[in-house]
């Protein structure tokens, strides 16, 4: 069984950066699309940005385009994500995802289309 554990967030000041780590056990990541959320508070969860299981496609949401940078080590078995120029706005528990989708091409934004959800690391960014 799946199961993803997500890490790196903390403190940064604007402008700063962090990269948070998305671990798989129990599967290899090669058979899935993972997807990067956040929830900040008093707002609904949103796509941050996702990643193919072939590792060619990628999509972000334009808050972040430009800015946030989502990789995967296959020997790692890690999903990574690489937020440069962080605002306060960027301040969020973020998640990671994982669907099912071996050899595609798919990647999505929208959260009701993965079923495999970590626990969330906190990201705050303030001065």
């Known amino acids: 069984q799946l199961h993803l554990v997500e890490s790196g967030g903390g403190l940064v000041q604007p402008g700063g950066s962090l990269r948070l780590s998305c671990v798989a056990t129990g599967s290899t990541l090669d058979y899935y699309a993972i997807g990067w959320f956040r929830r900040a508070p008093g707002k609904e969860r949103e796509g941050v940005s996702c990643?193919?299981?072939?590792?060619?496609?990628?999509d972000s949401a334009d808050s972040v385009k430009g800015r946030f940078t989502i990789s995967r080590d296959r020997a790692k078995n890690t999903v990574f994500l690489q937020m440069d120029n962080l605002k306060p706005e960027d301040t969020a528990v973020y998640y990671c995802a994982a669907e099912t989708a071996y050899g595609s091409g798919w990647c999505a934004l929208d959260e009701i289309q993965f079923g495999s959800w970590g626990q969330g690391t906190q990201v705050t960014v303030s001065s």
């Open positions: 990643i193919s299981s072939r590792g060619s496609e990628t």
